[in-house]
């Protein structure tokens, strides 16, 4: 199993652009979710999902929009770039074997993004 | 609300001593769970352990070991002597239990450990 892989590693935006950031899992996770790392910071929720068509807004969904038409793919899109989303950005999934119970997430590597 | 503070910002050790990274959470709900991460300088995210508020029993996994305190609600994390492999950012990070992807996963500031050979 590859995991949970994302596309690009790195990339900058010019202010304005839109661009779309790729994350794919290969273990049948029904869970998957966005989050944005700032410098010497945690994690923050951006959008999740808890199945395929289904989305919701995290913690910090402003600026940002996702879909997710299979179980594997759930890109985010970034629209108007601005400098206040320059950040490092994890894709995860986790499993929902137990229904309703939390498990633990599994992450991508990441993709760098750097708005100028 | 939920909050997860890590107040150890940076820790500096020598090889093969011990370090204990500490984690103090937050929370209203009376079931929960707790998580470490690492971030290693490559920058992804590695799973290390997850806890349930049900169980209080400490673990030990070769060098690493969690003692959780429900009494002081901390989820503290030591390594026994360190190595420099360990040198990463480590995370600790809290949710609710039943709620599947709805729990939020509510991560701390993390502990920049750096092992010095």
């Known amino acids: 199993n590859a995991g949970v892989t994302q596309t690009p590693k790195f990339r900058i935006l010019k202010i304005g652009q839109s661009m779309t950031l790729q994350c794919t899992q290969d273990m049948n996770h029904n869970y998957m979710y966005w989050y944005r790392q700032d410098p010497g910071m945690g994690l923050k929720l951006i959008y999740y999902s808890v199945g395929a068509g289904i989305t919701d807004k995290g913690e910090v969904p402003n600026g940002y929009n996702v879909s997710r038409s299979t179980t594997e793919d759930f890109p985010l899109r970034l629209e108007l770039a601005a400098p206040s989303q320059t950040s490092v950005y994890f894709c995860a999934s986790s499993s929902s074997r137990g229904g309703t119970e939390t498990y633990e997430q599994y992450f991508g590597p990441g993709t760098r993004l750097t708005v100028t | ?117």
């Open chain 2, 1 to 117: 609300a939920q909050k997860v503070t890590q107040a150890q910002t940076e820790i500096s050790v020598v090889e093969k001593e011990d370090v204990t990274l500490d984690c103090v959470y937050e929370t209203r709900d009376t079931t929960y769970y707790l998580f470490w991460y690492k971030q290693p300088p490559s920058g992804e995210l590695v799973f290390l352990i997850r806890r349930n508020s049900f169980d209080e029993q400490n673990e030990i996994s070769g060098r690493y070991s969690w003692n959780f305190q429900k009494s002081t609600s901390s989820f503290n994390f030591t390594i026994t002597a360190s190595q420099v492999v360990d040198s990463a950012v480590y995370f600790c990070a809290l949710s609710g239990i039943y709620g599947g992807a709805t729990n939020k996963l509510i991560f701390g500031t993390g502990t920049l450990l750096a092992v010095q050979p």
